[in-house]
């Protein structure tokens, strides 16, 4: 990703969860979060101990961050071997909704559909997917050494 590409991404986002943020002031997720803090962006901190880190709630996995936290940006501070399981796991909301989707796209052709709710609860799914796609598209990946 080019420099250009990256500023006009950051300038369109605002709440990052930083994963793998140490609460020690010298390494590089500290100072990384800390500098984005101070730059207005809205930091969720993501390890698996601590209760805050920068003034912020500690989540102890991305799952536990609160589905009304619109999520712009994963920011991944983990060994290499230790990504991919934050991939999915940062991706699996967005999957579970669009086998929902589907689900409820099918039930339309059931004898006994009740479409109205059907087209209640499809319109509430495409809100969400519409709110949640990003973080798919926006994960940076810092690897330690």
Do not use: W
């Amino acid at each position: 990703m080019k420099d250009e590409e990256i500023r006009s991404m950051l300038g369109r986002c605002k709440t990052i969860a930083v994963v793998g943020i140490s609460p020690k002031e010298d390494r590089p997720s500290y100072t990384v979060a800390s500098y984005l803090k101070s730059k207005g962006y809205t930091i969720i901190p993501v390890r698996p101990d601590g209760e805050t880190i920068l003034g912020e709630k500690v989540y102890h996995s991305l799952q536990e961050i609160p589905p009304e936290v619109n999520l712009d940006i994963v920011d991944i501070f983990r060994k290499s071997e230790d990504v991919p399981p934050v991939v999915e796991e940062a991706v699996q909301p967005i999957v579970d909704a669009m086998q929902q989707f589907d689900e409820v796209s099918a039930r339309f052709a059931e004898p006994d559909a009740d479409f109205d709710a059907l087209i209640e609860e499809q319109g509430k799914l495409q809100d969400y997917l519409d709110k949640h796609d990003q973080p798919v598209v926006r994960m940076v990946i810092h690897f330690p050494g």
